[in-house]
């Protein structure tokens, strides 16, 4: 199966934008979503398809694609985006499976 | 509203199975796959398996082959996901998830619901 990778940790001032990214091959193919999980919590949907945030997260998130990386950006960075945050895509060796880049800890300082 | 409520906490024995269950409501259960992602502690997300529950068609990653089976009831809008032979890295969150599709190129998962705990010891 194809992989998606992710930087394991990023941090980014109070109010700072920071750029959250994930490579894969099957990003040259699909568009990521993008999921923000907070510790003891299930992942909550933050981005997905090619410009689309569901209506409960902030408009200070938004992603974009080009070539085998799709990028998750959060412009002024907040201490609530602390957080860990996954990409996910279709498989490109059969388009039954599914897989999650490994994940980014974002620390807000 | 669009809602996944799972069955709670398991704690088994290696060799063991488990069964988890995922009720969906506010919506047309038959329309939407769902899928099943674990998460172990401290560690990262990984997909596991997906069942159409229009159709009751499965599919799942490779390394659960064998040892995952899902099936639907739609007469209650519950899909179960049993997986067998445990082990104690099968030790994690169970959390069941929505398929959305709004072309060829897009999907994601929403809602999720809110996991099940399952421990394995030996």
């Known amino acids: 199966s194809s992989e998606l990778t992710q930087d394991p940790t990023v941090s980014v001032a109070l109010g700072q934008t920071v750029k959250i990214t994930c490579q894969g091959d099957?990003?040259?193919?699909?568009?990521a979503s993008w999921f923000q999980q907070k510790p003891g919590q299930a992942p909550v949907l933050v981005f997905y398809?090619?410009?689309t945030r569901p209506s409960r997260i902030p408009d200070r998130f938004s992603g974009s694609s080009s070539g085998n990386t799709a990028s998750l950006t959060i412009t002024g960075a907040q201490a609530e985006d602390e957080a860990d945050y996954y990409c996910?895509?279709?498989?490109?060796?059969?388009?039954?499976?599914?897989?999650f880049g490994g994940g980014t800890k974002l620390t807000v300082l | 509203q669009v809602q996944l409520v799972q069955s709670g906490a398991e704690v088994k024995k290696v060799g063991d199975s488990v069964k988890i269950s995922c009720t969906a409501s506010?919506?047309?259960?038959?329309?939407?796959?769902i899928h099943w992602v674990r998460q172990a502690p401290g560690q990262g997300l990984e997909w596991m398996a997906t069942?159409?529950?229009?159709?009751?068609?499965?599919s799942s990653a490779q390394k659960f082959q064998g040892r995952v089976t899902m099936s639907r009831d739609t007469s209650t809008s519950t899909v179960h996901m049993e997986l067998g032979g445990l082990r104690s890295e099968d030790t994690a969150v169970y959390y069941c998830?929505?398929?959305?599709?709004?072309?060829?190129?897009?999907?994601?998962?929403?809602?999720w619901g809110q996991g099940t705990m399952v421990t394995v010891s030996s």
């Open positions: 998830a929505r398929d959305n599709s709004d072309s060829t190129s897009s999907w994601w998962f929403d809602p």
């Open positions: 506010g919506y047309s259960f038959s329309r939407f796959y």
């Open positions: 069942i159409n529950p229009n159709t009751g068609g499965t």
């Open positions: 099957s990003l040259r193919r699909y568009y």
């Open positions: 398809g090619k410009d």
């Open positions: 996910n895509s279709r498989d490109t060796t059969s388009n039954l499976l599914w897989v």
